[in-house]
């Protein structure tokens, strides 16, 4: 008899369970990990406004870029979400380029599963798939130099920017990469999932200097 517990194989076993596995410990970790992650970004985008708000519209000069998520939705829908905005490239900004709820949308397989739009990833760069401090990897030059060459893109073709979330409000693609966009003077147009879309024009004002829309390249930095 042992107090408190009781006896199997030999070893006494606590009645309140054994401890965690380390399976189990990993998921906790990720949990709250994730959870930090999504505090971070919705405290960073809280500087933007609702996209609950009507539509705005882009005076015809504006440059724009377009965006949307790929969700849980199969490549001909996303394909044709991007042809009736009649995008010519889209650029993954996903740090990791694969998805268990979209197993189509893989780097290896999405030029082929969005042509005749062609199709690049900048998830090296644009990225946030584990970033706590939205606040520095927006300052963080490599970032910067990626939004400058995403820019540099959108003056030759018409380009989205494709991330994980449908939402673009809950998404780094808007709070991130949208907002030095915007800084920038570049509109932002958001393809929602029922073929609609939400524009967000760029502040009013001179837009601070970018060298990819003057048709300058910038030297990209060390990689981070």
Same mark, same amino acid.
């Given at each position: 008899?042992?107090?408190?517990?009781?006896?199997?194989?030999?070893?006494? *076993?606590?009645?309140?369970?054994?401890?965690?596995?380390?399976? +189990?410990?990993?998921?906790?970790?990720?949990?709250? /990990?994730?959870?930090?992650?999504?505090?971070? +970004?919705?405290?960073?985008?809280? *500087?933007?406004?609702?996209?609950?708000?009507?539509?705005?519209?882009?005076? &015809?000069?504006?440059?724009?870029?377009?965006? #949307?998520? /790929?969700?849980?939705?199969?490549?001909?829908?996303? $394909?044709?979400?991007?042809?009736?905005?009649?995008?010519?490239?889209?650029?993954?900004?996903?740090?990791?380029?694969?998805? @268990?709820?979209?197993?189509?949308?893989?780097?290896?397989?999405?030029?082929?599963?969005?042509? &005749? #739009?062609?199709?690049?990833?900048?998830?090296?760069?644009?990225?946030?798939?584990?970033?706590?401090?939205?606040?520095? @990897?927006?300052?963080?030059?490599?970032?910067?130099?990626?939004?400058?060459?995403? #820019?540099?893109?959108? $003056?030759?073709?018409?380009?989205?920017?494709?991330?994980?979330?449908?939402?673009?409000?809950?998404?780094?693609?808007?709070?991130?990469?949208?907002?030095?966009?915007?800084?920038?003077?570049?509109?932002?147009? /958001?393809?929602?999932?029922?073929? $609609?879309?939400?524009?967000?024009?760029?502040?009013?004002? &001179?837009?601070?200097?970018?060298?990819?829309?003057?048709?300058?390249? +910038?030297?990209?930095?060390?990689?981070?």
């Amino acid at each position: 008899m042992v107090e408190g517990g009781r006896l199997e194989n030999g070893k006494a *076993m606590s009645l309140g369970g054994s401890n965690p596995s380390p399976s +189990a410990r990993r998921s906790a970790r990720y949990a709250q /990990h994730e959870a930090a992650r999504k505090a971070a +970004a919705r405290a960073f985008q809280s *500087m933007l406004p609702s996209l609950s708000s009507p539509s705005l519209e882009l005076a &015809p000069e504006t440059p724009r870029l377009w965006t #949307i998520g /790929h969700g849980r939705s199969l490549a001909d829908e996303i $394909r044709a979400l991007l042809i009736a905005q009649e995008v010519e490239l889209v650029v993954d900004v996903r740090a990791v380029p694969y998805s @268990r709820w979209a197993l189509w949308a893989r780097r290896e397989t999405m030029p082929n599963d969005l042509a &005749p #739009i062609e199709y690049t990833w900048m998830g090296d760069t644009l990225g946030a798939k584990g970033i706590l401090d939205w606040g520095a @990897r927006f300052e963080a030059p490599d970032f910067q130099w990626g939004v400058d060459h995403l #820019i540099e893109l959108a $003056r030759a073709r018409r380009t989205a920017m494709l991330c994980a979330e449908s939402k673009p409000d809950e998404c780094h693609r808007r709070a991130l990469i949208g907002r030095a966009l915007l800084e920038r003077g570049v509109g932002l147009v /958001h393809i929602l999932h029922d073929g $609609r879309t939400w524009v967000e024009a760029p502040k009013a004002g &001179p837009a601070p200097p970018s060298a990819a829309w003057q048709g300058q390249a +910038a030297p990209r930095p060390a990689h981070r």
